[in-house]
């Protein structure tokens, strides 16, 4: 079982910036994939950005690419989701979560285990 906890969402103006954390638990983090992903008020959730388990490969949706950033640390079991120039089309619950598998990675049900997700609202 993995267990995952986001923190660092809040409120920000239009061309701010805010650093997401995704804290991990259980099982080997350093083994698997970690993606993040998007929810905006009556709208699915979509892929945002993932990075694979040694962090030599990273991918990122073409709405955020050149704006966001994706890293790890597996000493801390930690992924981080950097977020520069922000919009207000990024306001959205922010979840994190871990894909076993390694790849694919831009599809929800490629992901094994979710976290709960923390708010990020970007003010215009």
Sequence with gaps: QVQLVESGGGLVQAGGSLR??????????S???MGWFRQAPGKEREFVAAIIWSGGSTYYADSVKGRFTISRDNAKNTVYLQMNSLKPED???YYCAANLRGLPLRRLYDYDYWGQGTQVTVSS
């Design 91 to 93: 306001t959205a619950v």
């Design 31 to 33: 083994s698997y994939t």
């Design 20 to 29: 997401l954390s995704c804290a991990a638990s259980g099982r080997t983090f």
